[in-house]
């Protein structure tokens, strides 16, 4: 016969220390994470929050609220080390540690105990204000330094809750559509304790008015015969009807040092300055990622797909992020591109790998960590690797919980047309949490690509998607070699489901332009 | 990077170095984080940047990189200070 677990058994199995000490956790996150983490289990948060606020029938009730808990938060961030909780959380707090007993199942229908873990929950959020993006710090903040130190030292903003049970990592959007635990946050994320290490990195980038992206859609040229069947090769065994390929780079012998050289002069020329640039999946060997290193100026950063294979003919997928002075970071695709017999005909690749079966990509996908990089208070990057976009498991859904301001999705894929795969993650991820998305194949795979129906539109290289506007395809007009994009922040208020705003604090990258660049050697 | 550019820090060091010349106004927390950092010349960095004379003796990547720092610290208060003034201006 089961036995229902007890809240108790549940908040133990986050905090061990609670079994024999049940003092309040004094660190905002850990005292986040432990009731947020209950509510969310339960669902407990919906039922409360159908008649909200608690004292929603006195005059201004739901600015009492906020302003209460804002009040509540601020005393405790100012005093956390050596604070003693007020009245009304130690009370709040006491009623969680008095059902312990309590099965799991009842809280819902506990109203005071939801709105006791709810009100801890809030405070603990309102006191986490500012721990995601390095900013300029008014006064002295011992918060803001002891969450710094967390974040570098142990990935988690977490102090006595450990990593392996839950991660708390800061929030930089908080969805503004339908009702999860996501809804009750402003500034810190609950994520369970998974697979996927996160590292939440800072360097001192300068951000000015708009961020000018330079897209090289490289390479010009995908062939057929860069695609190996290596399954006999493989280090692993699969049924008749899978096979295993690899996608080989090496041989792309074109100068592209000098290109890239040329086309970030002509790019710098046009707008003034270029902040970043962005390559394609498995666009770069090693060697040429070096020799980009070498030829951009430090103040331009980069993220682009480097492959090769490793000493067994294993591919190697991954992205990098250059953002000097902070050396190279390396990220690895988390997913083996699947190619079924649609997208073989789709790529026209028959006549190396055969459509009677399914091809696996043969790539090293250990080691799986996910890298925030965090520029300023406006700005915190991620960058996905193809399928790493379209899978909830294991970093996508991290991204939603983090919500960081420009997610960068480097593919290697047919055009981004508005009605393909990548627009409709992107939008997932712009609606929910509001991320801006960047997707970028390159223009060799865009015209290797055959639509069963209509025209081939090739030149749809990348998409842009953010909160605010449908997703905008960017095009690469004949006889040009890149893109030059601008992009602009925007702020907006956002609300937790319990009615509180960040007072206009989240940032949204916009597209502000873009511009066709051409090689100015070719001319 | 080519000769001339700056001081090459690791995840760590940088991640230690942007809290440093944020967040670093106790003495023994400056310390503390200096100690913390993995390369000599991230430290030198470090150092240099809150002691003139450190910096005036430094290796030119080295100063290269402090003065990527300040100026980055002289950013983010220049962005905040306006993100205020928007926020001021929309609830006008």
């Known amino acids: ?13 986050i905090l061990p220390r609670l079994r024999d ?21 339960t669902g407990a948060y919906a039922k409360l929050l159908q008649d909200w606020p608690p004292d929603r029938h006195a005059s201004e009730g739901l600015a009492k609220w906020t302003t209460s808990v804002q009040e509540t938060g601020n005393e405790w961030r100012d005093g956390w080390s050596s604070w003693t909780p007020n009245t009304e959380l130690t009370t709040a707090w006491q009623r969680v540690c008095d059902s312990f007993g309590a099965a799991l199942g009842g809280l819902s229908a506990d109203r005071a105990l939801c709105e006791a873990l709810f009100k801890l929950v809030v405070v603990a959020d309102e006191a986490s204000e500012g721990t995601g993006a390095p900013e300029d710090p008014e006064e002295d903040d011992a918060f803001l330094r002891a969450s710094r130190d967390a974040l570098r030292s142990r990935a988690t903003l977490g ?28 500034y810190l994320s609950l994520c369970e304790a998974g697979e996927v290490t996160p590292h939440w990195l800072s360097t001192p980038f300068l951000q000015h008015e708009s961020l000018n992206l330079l897209l090289i859609p490289w390479p010009a040229e995908v062939l057929v015969s860069q695609f190996r069947d290596v399954t006999n090769a493989a280090n692993m065994a699969l049924p008749d009807r899978f096979g295993y ?44 990622f070096r020799d980009l290193r070498d030829i951009l100026p430090p103040d331009c950063f980069i993220v682009a797909g480097v492959g090769g294979a490793d000493k067994q003919g294993r591919g190697e997928n991954e992205v990098r992020l250059s953002f000097p ?49 965090a520029i300023n208070q406006d700005l915190v990057i991620c960058a996905l690797v193809c399928e790493d976009l379209a899978r909830p498991d294991p970093v996508a859904n991290i991204v939603r919980t983090v919500g960081p301001n420009l997610v960068i999705a480097l593919l290697m894929d047919g055009p981004q047309t508005r009605e393909r795969w990548a627009a409709r993650y992107a939008t997932v991820l712009a609606d929910d949490p509001g991320c801006s998305v960047l997707s970028l194949t390159s223009i060799g795979m865009a015209r290797l690509s055959r639509p069963e129906a209509g025209p081939n539109r090739s030149n749809v290289v990348a998409l842009w998607k953010d909160a ?38 989240a940032a949204f990258p916009i597209l502000s332009g873009t511009h066709p660049i051409a090689d100015p050697r070719r001319r | ?46 150092e240099a940047f809150f002691d003139d004379q450190k910096y005036e003796k430094a290796p030119e990547e080295v100063r290269l990189t402090v003065d990527q720092f300040r100026a980055w610290v002289d950013n983010n208060k220049h962005r905040r200070l306006q993100r205020e003034a928007l926020r001021r201006a929309a609830r006008r």
Request: proline content about 6%; some cysteine; charged content about 25%.
């Open chain 1, 1 to 13: 016969m089961s036995v229902e677990a007890t809240i108790g058994e549940f908040l133990t199995g």
């Open chain 1, 21 to 41: 000490d049940r003092s309040l956790p004094s660190w905002p996150p850990d005292c986040f994470a432990v009731c947020l983490a209950l509510l969310k289990r």
């Open chain 1, 159 to 186: 102090d006595e809750i450990d990593p392996t049970r839950l991660r708390i990592l800061p929030r930089m959007h908080t969805p503004q559509n339908g009702l999860t635990d996501r809804s009750l946050s402003l």
């Open chain 1, 245 to 288: 390929f690899t996608y080989d780079i090496s041989n792309q012998c074109e100068d592209l040092a000098g290109c890239v050289e040329a086309l970030y002069a002509e790019a710098k020329r046009n707008l003034g300055r270029i902040d970043g640039v962005v390559l394609p999946e498995l666009s770069l060997t090693d060697q040429q």
């Open chain 1, 325 to 373: 002075p902070m050396d190279v970071l390396r990220q690895k695709k988390h997913h083996p591109w699947k190619l079924n017999e649609s997208q073989i005909v789709q790529y026209g690749l028959g006549g190396v790998l055969t459509p009677s079966l399914d091809w696996w990509e043969y790539a090293d996908l250990a080691e799986r960590s996910l890298r925030f990089v």
């Open chain 1, 468 to 505: 605010f506007k449908g997703a905008t395809e960017i095009e690469l007009p004949p006889g040009f070699a890149a893109i030059a994009v601008s992009l602009s922040v925007r702020y907006r208020e956002e609300f937790t489901a319990d009615g509180r705003g960040d007072d206009g604090k």
């Open chain 2, 1 to 46: 990077m080519a000769a001339g550019s700056m001081v090459l820090l690791t995840p760590h060091d940088s991640s230690v170095l942007s809290s440093l010349v944020q967040y670093s106004r106790p003495s023994d927390r400056r310390q503390q984080l200096l100690d913390s950092l993995e390369k000599p010349d991230a430290r030198m960095v470090g």
